[in-house]
């Protein structure tokens, strides 16, 4: 049974921004047999669980830490009314950020609750950047990439199983959101919608290639990351190309604020 669970956290698990390239070519099916109050309701018991945990997920308090929850909020609303994000208005878009210096990383769960790690953010050089993974987590929840792939499984049984708030389940879901090898179509496609988003704002509408740019450079990534996280030339590449086909002018946000920001966090 624990096994199933397994299979079906890593199967939910939305987020986690560069992946383990085992799939084909092929987009990522369509087909979805969830409705959309299931994505909702399965972000909501995702978010309960890890609200729940604060030794693996010590929430940033936001009272204490306004200035830079309104800057990644300001990110993500401008993403959000690019006008491209069909969910805007019915997901929950709730964004946490996680302080923990030492994960490079940002997931979402299905029905649109974002958290970005304290590592990240200092890892990052420009507003552009992490515009560019924020996209990108966007496009996981907004595509439903993670219901798709439970469709396409045939693990229907088993979604439902947490969405009706078994806890061993959700807990399941929850583990998998971290160190999760996510299938090469849907990462495509998210790296593909994040162009899409920020070439209707004021970022350079490639900002997600720099993050990967950056990790590549990175030489003493932990194993652990390196094994989830492979950087591929090719995703470099096709961001840009994306960027490029699409006509995208952003000048880009600079260096400035987003120094300003990180320098709050210390
Ligand atoms: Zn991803």
């Not at 300001?74 to 994000?85: F, H």
């Not at 090898?181 to 209707?200: M, N, P, Q, T």
């Not at 004021?202 to 932990?222: E, H, L, Q, R």
């Not at 194993?223 to 995703?235: A, E, G, I, M, N």
Request: hydrophobic share 35%; net charge positive; with cysteine.
């Amino acid at each position: 049974m624990r096994g199933k669970y397994l299979i079906l956290g890593i199967i939910l698990a939305v987020g986690v921004i560069i992946i383990g390239c085992e799939a084909t070519k092929k987009a990522v099916s369509e087909v979805n047999a969830f409705p959309i109050a299931d994505d909702i309701k399965l972000g909501k018991q995702v978010s309960d669980q890890i609200a729940a945990d604060p030794k693996q997920f010590p929430i940033l308090p936001e009272a204490s830490n306004q200035q830079v929850y309104s800057y990644v909020k300001g990110i993500r609303d401008k993403i959000l009314n690019t006008g491209k994000v069909k969910y805007k208005n019915t997901f929950k878009w709730e964004l946490k950020i996680i302080d923990d210096d030492k994960t490079l990383n940002a997931f979402v769960t299905p029905g649109g609750y974002i958290y970005i790690y304290t590592g990240l953010i200092k890892f990052l050089d420009t507003e552009d950047q992490l515009a560019g993974v924020m996209g990108h987590e966007i496009a996981h929840a907004d595509r439903r990439h993670s219901t798709r792939q439970m469709t396409k499984s045939g693990a229907l049984g088993m979604l439902s199983k947490a969405v009706l708030g078994d806890q061993n389940a959700v807990g399941q879901v929850v583990n998998g959101l971290i160190g999760l090898k996510f299938s090469r179509s849907s990462e495509e496609e998210a790296d593909k919608y994040s162009v899409s988003y920020l070439c209707s704002t004021n970022y350079k509408a490639d900002g997600a290639a720099g993050f990967f740019v950056k990790m590549k450079g990175k030489g003493g990534a932990p194993p652990k990351f390196l094994s989830t996280h492979p950087v591929s030339t090719d995703r470099i590449k096709d961001i840009k190309l994306e960027s490029r086909r699409l006509g995208c002018k952003g000048a880009g946000a600079g260096f400035g604020t987003y120094d300003r920001i990180k320098n709050l966090l210390k």
